[in-house]
């Protein structure tokens, strides 16, 4: 069963990521922090197909979201929908 939403700040979010190199030495971490996953996916996808309706897209085809809209609107678009990026 899915879990219940009642509201986008009832259960707070935060997603780590980290990089490795080929030694398992921790290279960077970032920690994005934020509202109700479930309220992120919607809102994030929302700006993402604004983004492509606009033409707003640096390369096409089977690529990465980094790589398609560019790391710098990618953070912007996360401070816009209520998430802070932590290095």
């Known amino acids: 069963t899915s879990p219940k939403i009642t509201a986008k700040n009832e259960d707070p979010s935060m997603v780590v990521a980290q990089a490795y190199d080929t030694n398992g030495h921790l290279l960077q971490e970032y920690r994005l922090k934020g509202h109700n996953m ?3 996916t919607g809102e994030i996808m929302a700006w993402i197909a604004t ?10 085809g089977v690529v990465g979201t980094v790589r ?20």
């Open 38 to 40: 479930y309220f992120y």
């Open 51 to 60: 983004k492509i309706k606009a033409g707003e897209i640096k390369e096409y």
């Open 68 to 87: 398609a809209f560019g790391i710098d609107a990618l953070e912007k678009a996360h401070e816009e929908i209520g998430f802070r990026i932590e290095k």
